[in-house]
């Protein structure tokens, strides 16, 4: 069965750190992108950012707000995923969700293409003092 | 920068046809994917790449493009379909960052 766990959240004050890990299984880890997700209480889902593959230099990518504060990391060795977040700040209270990503360019089209077809459960981070 | 709008509330009858659009000016060069959430859970993939349906998705649900707008069309609502539903598409600019729309709440009467 394809599945990914997250854990590591919590509450933790503003200005502090946080480490989000990502356990997938049930697929070959090493293949894919992988991204993660928020979601504010009461609020839509906020792409946070994602790691390319080894075959792409395991490349990241991040969202402006939270640019130069979280970082994405994997190990492909143990099948895991995390988030290093740091300068937390209370609009960085969500629920983050792991999330496995399919990407490539469709030939016939010549569009690009990228979505998430597998997610995690989700952890709660609460950022309050 | 790069946005994606969604009516806020869509409401349906069981056995109708409701229709949730998403709009952007990007759309013609990038595909649209649909998410599926119910309150408490995980976001679940129910369309990708305009209008293909991944499996084990009921084929009521179907998705369209037109323009700069894409559809998301499900036929014989069901009391199980409440739910938010989000459109997603990716930023053309170069990093091709994951843009979501504000989601649409789906509400059964």
């Known amino acids: 069965e394809v599945q990914l766990v997250e854990s590591g959240g919590g509450l933790v004050q503003p200005g502090g750190s946080l480490r989000l890990s990502c356990a997938a299984s049930?697929?070959?880890?090493?293949?894919?992108?992988m991204d993660w997700v928020r979601q504010a209480p009461g609020k839509g889902l906020e792409w946070v950012g994602r790691?390319?593959?080894?075959?792409?230099?395991?490349?990241?990518e991040y969202a402006a707000s939270v640019k130069g504060r979280f970082t994405i990391s994997r190990d492909d060795s143990k099948n895991s995923l995390y988030l290093q977040m740091n300068s937390l700040k209370t609009e960085d209270t969500a629920v983050y969700y792991c999330?496995?990503?399919?990407?490539?360019?469709?030939?016939?089209?010549?569009?690009?293409?990228?979505?998430?077809?597998?997610w995690g459960k989700g952890t709660t981070v609460t950022v309050s003092s | 920068s790069y946005e994606l709008t969604q009516p806020p509330s869509v409401s349906v009858s069981p056995g109708q046809t409701a229709r949730i659009t998403c709009s952007a000016d990007a759309l013609p060069k990038q595909y649209a994917y649909w998410y599926q959430q119910k309150p408490g859970q995980a976001p679940v993939l129910v369309i990708y790449?305009?209008?293909e349906r991944p499996s084990g998705i009921p084929e009521r649900f179907s998705g369209s493009s037109s323009g700069t707008t894409v559809t998301l069309t499900i036929s014989g609502v069901q009391a199980e379909d409440e739910a938010d539903y989000y459109c997603q598409s990716a930023d053309s600019s170069g990093t091709y960052s994951v843009v979501f729309g504000g989601g649409t709440k789906l509400t059964v009467l």
């Open positions: 999330a496995r990503g399919d990407s490539g360019y469709d030939l016939q089209s010549g569009n690009y293409y990228y979505y998430m077809d597998v």
């Open positions: 049930g697929f070959t880890f090493s293949d894919h992108y």
């Open positions: 790449k305009d209008s």
């Open positions: 790691t390319r593959n080894k075959a792409n230099s395991y490349t990241t």
